[in-house]
């Protein structure tokens, strides 16, 4: 039977990379934090040399992050009325004082840290990492709330997002820790086996992610109508290449045969390459979650 549109409307797409870009940040910058409370908040020694550049990377994205939510706004200059303006079942109104406590949170445990203040350097770095999860795991909430959207409206969202977080955290303190032994410092007088530890983690999150992804699809591809047009879009639709291709293969699959196979898990170039690989699926996961979800029609 032929259709015939007579008339239609193209509604503009109310979220797009601007957030996907922001809900990233938060998560690099969480992942960020938690491993830099390793030494100074659990006493893992060995993870000593990370603490300052963890918490110092933590807060500068989360000061990053931030703006791209400015730019997105079409009257950024408003953005003050989150403040002025709350409803405390919105967890964008969590949002908006975790994002103020986080970062405060952060400043003080950096200060104490470089200060040599162990003690209260413990107890910021306990307080800010559940302040950390919130932080991230509250833009999983925003998703998981949208009833309509059979992609985001889904319990294991905000698990999704803090397990990612962690994933793409470890790698960027990865491609750090190689920066600053073979690059800055040209190889000279550095311990390996701090890089290796970060490549454990790494692969344990980046296998927990994989689970939890598959987990999500197979609700989809059993659930109602609508929530099977959601896993064909992933699977055969237009964002199969970015989420099979990009998410999966290139930002799972590889970089865990990368870290788990003896020929390269101790093999610096092998490291770099997981750990950028690692970074980019991440970002193309929280792209799919946010374009890819307004993408499918509402019924």
Request: proline fraction near 4%.
């Amino acid at each position: 039977m032929d259709v015939n549109i007579i008339y239609n409307v193209e509604h503009e797409m109310h979220l797009g990379v601007l957030i996907a870009l922001y809900f990233y940040l938060t998560g690099l910058s969480a992942g960020s934090f938690i491993i830099s409370t390793f030494a100074y908040g659990f006493g893992m020694i060995k993870f000593k040399p990370i603490g300052k550049i963890g918490v110092v990377m933590a807060t500068l994205l989360l000061v990053i992050a931030p703006m791209t939510l400015l730019v997105d706004l079409a009257q950024p200059l408003r953005f003050w009325h989150l403040i002025l303006y709350l409803r405390i079942t919105s967890p964008i109104t969590w949002g908006t004082f975790l994002l103020t406590l986080y970062p405060l949170n952060c400043i003080v445990y950096g200060y104490f840290m470089f200060k040599g203040d162990m003690k209260k350097t413990k107890i910021f770095g306990l307080i800010g990492i559940p302040l950390a999860l919130m932080v991230h795991g509250y833009t999983g909430f925003i998703l998981a709330l949208g009833k309509a959207r059979v992609l985001w409206n889904t319990a294991i969202m905000p698990p999704i997002f803090l397990v990612s977080a962690m994933v793409s955290g470890l790698a960027m303190m990865m491609l750090v820790v190689i920066i600053k032994d073979y690059v800055i410092q040209r190889g000279k007088e550095h311990d390996p086996t701090l890089l290796y530890d970060l490549g454990k983690f790494l692969v344990a999150s980046i296998v927990l992610d994989l689970i939890l992804i598959g987990i999500d699809l197979t609700v989809l591809l059993t659930s109602h109508t609508e929530a099977y047009v959601a896993a064909l879009m992933l699977l055969k639709g237009e964002f199969s290449s970015l989420f099979l291709g990009v998410e999966v293969l290139l930002g799972g699959i590889i970089p865990l045969v990368l870290l788990l196979l003896p020929l390269t898990k101790r093999w610096i170039p092998g490291l770099v390459i997981a750990s950028i690989l690692v970074m980019i699926g991440i970002f193309a996961m929280r792209y799919i979650m946010v374009v890819g979800g307004l993408s499918i029609p509402l019924s």
